[in-house]
C-alpha cells in the first residue's frame, strides 16, 4: 500500500543553522508533494510543492528536493528562527487520489 | 492567509450530547475535508466531499456525519459525543483537479473535549 514516512520524529537546531527535514514515500506513481508547517493550536499551513517532474524548487528561506530514484523528499530551512519551530508533514499524491500525510517531524529551535 | 473558517475553536461538553462543528470556506473550493489529529500527532481523514451533495467515509472509520447542502459550508455532527471523541478536528478544502488543484488548506481547527 502507499505510505508516507518521516525519517524523525523530532530535530533540534541551533539558531541560525540550517535545518533539513526529511520524508520517504512508497508509491513511485506519486507526481505531486506538499510540505505543511503546523504550529501549536494551529492548523496546518502550506509551505512549498513540488511536482514529479521537479527536482528542486525553492522559496523563501526554504527548498525541497525530490529524489525519484530513492523516493525521498527533503524540506531545507535555511538560517532556522526561533518562529520555525512546528511540526512539519509532508503530503504526498497520486493521481485522483486525496492527499497521503506523513506522521510528522517536531522541530525545535535553539535560541 | 486561506480563507477557511471553523466554529467553534473550543468546545466541552459533556457525553452523550450532540454537537455540529462547523467549517465554511470562501475560496469557492469543490472539495473539502474532515481530519481528525491528536496534537502533534498524524493527520487522520475521516470525511471528504467532492461537491455539493458529495459525502464521502475517509480513511478512519468515525461516528461522525457530515452533509454539503452548499459549496461553501461543510458542517461535520456528532450524534452522541463520547469521551473517545476527544480530538482536535480540522477542515480543509482544495480546489480540485491535478497539480496544484491538490493542495489542501486548512482551517484553525476545533478542540473538543468530552468529559
Known amino acids: 500500500g502507499e505510505s508516507v514516512g518521516l525519517h524523525l520524529p523530532t530535530l533540534s537546531v541551533q539558531e541560525g543553522d540550517n535545518s533539513i527535514i526529511n520524508c520517504a514515500y512508497s508509491n513511485s506513481a506519486s507526481d505531486y508533494f506538499i510540505w505543511y508547517k503546523q504550529e501549536s493550536g494551529k492548523g496546518p499551513q502550506f509551505i512549498i510543492d513540488?511536482?514529479?517532474?521537479?527536482d528542486k524548487r525553492q522559496g523563501q528561506r526554504v527548498t525541497v528536493l525530490l529524489n525519484k530514484t530513492v523516493k525521498h523528499l527533503s524540506l531545507q530551512i535555511a538560517a532556522t528562527q526561533p518562529g520555525d519551530s512546528a511540526v512539519y508533514f509532508c503530503a504526498e499524491n497520486q493521481g485522483a487520489n486525496n492527499l497521503f500525510f506523513g506522521t510528522g517531524t517536531r522541530l525545535t529551535v535553539i535560541p | 492567509e486561506a480563507d477557511i473558517y471553523q466554529t467553534p475553536r473550543y468546545l466541552v461538553i459533556g457525553t452523550g450530547k450532540k454537537i455540529t462543528l462547523e467549517c465554511s470556506q470562501t475560496?469557492?473550493?469543490?472539495?473539502m475535508y474532515w481530519y481528525q489529529q491528536d496534537p502533534g500527532m498524524e493527520l487522520h481523514l475521516i470525511h471528504y466531499s467532492y461537491g455539493v451533495n458529495s459525502t464521502e467515509k475517509g480513511d478512519l472509520s468515525s461516528e461522525s456525519t457530515v452533509s454539503r447542502i452548499r459549496t461553501e459550508h461543510f458542517p461535520l455532527t456528532l450524534e452522541s459525543a463520547r469521551p473517545s471523541h476527544t480530538s482536535q478536528y480540522l477542515c480543509a478544502s482544495s480546489r480540485g483537479g491535478a497539480g496544484e488543484g491538490k493542495t489542501q488548506y486548512f482551517g484553525p481547527g476545533t478542540r473538543l473535549l468530552v468529559l
Open positions: 475560496m469557492g473550493h469543490d472539495k
Open positions: 513540488i511536482r514529479s517532474n521537479m
